[in-house]
């Protein structure tokens, strides 16, 4: 077990619905990122957030929003929800230095019907 | 943009033999690499890491091969076992990066 830990498993929701996601960090890590894996593909990155700031972003929307509170655990907020939205969502956190490793949780499966 | 792919999608190997996974990536700035094992329905598990100042790397049955000249990364299994079956990825970031580039996976199986 890595120690982050994400909320819910499973979701299923309709093209057009708003979705949070929520990820619980490991003790002592001040960085989460959070990525986007379809299905048969590697993750993809979505954004990063470092102390309650956003520390970078792929190639996302911004319907793609976040935030991280003060316990550093974080939320994925998508808006506008689309067939393609459907996937795997990890978080990973780390300390948040230079070539450290990333720890993930066991996901979010989102399905958008 | 930054591409890390793998060689070979599926490897199958016989229960006891090593397994060699590859991995190559295109920037040349990237400096920290990391070889993911994941299993169905689970998130992505650390195995090893390297970065780009180590040709060479350890664990227990893990070794981890880096060729800076030729970008090129090689995960090697040492006696394959069963529980070894999943898809593993190769991951790499840039210094001045906070983010992971992920290849697409290349699923191992063994074979009992």
């Known amino acids: 077990e890595t120690g982050v830990t994400q909320s819910p498993t499973h979701l299923i929701k309709t093209r057009g619905q708003q979705v949070t996601l929520r990820c619980s960090s490991q003790s002592g890590h001040n960085t989460v990122s959070w990525y986007q894996q379809a299905l048969g593909q590697g993750p993809q990155f979505i954004f990063q957030?470092?102390?309650?700031?956003?520390?970078g972003r792929g190639n996302f929307p911004p319907r793609f929003s976040g935030l991280q509170f003060p316990n550093y655990s974080s939320e994925l907020n998508v808006n506008a929800l689309e067939l393609d939205d459907s996937a795997l969502y990890l978080c990973?956190?780390?300390?948040?230095?230079?070539?450290?490793?990333?720890?993930f949780g066991q996901g979010t499966r989102l399905t958008v019907v | 943009g930054e591409s890390v792919g793998l060689h070979l999608p599926t490897l199958s190997v016989q229960e006891g033999d090593n397994s060699i996974i590859n991995c190559a990536y295109s920037n040349s700035a990237s400096d920290y690499f990391i070889w993911y094992k994941q299993e169905s329905g689970k998130g992505p598990q650390f195995i090893i890491d390297i970065r780009s100042n180590m040709d060479k790397r350890q664990g227990q049955r893990v070794t981890v091969l880096l060729n800076k000249t030729v970008k090129h990364l090689s995960l090697q299994i040492a006696a394959t076992q069963p529980g070894d079956s999943a898809v593993y990825f190769c991951a790499d970031r840039q210094w001045t990066g906070n983010q992971f580039y992920f290849g697409t996976g290349t699923s191992l199986t063994v074979i009992p």
């Open positions: 990973a956190s780390s300390s948040g230095g230079a070539n450290t490793e990333a720890f």
């Open positions: 957030y470092y102390r309650e700031e956003e520390n």
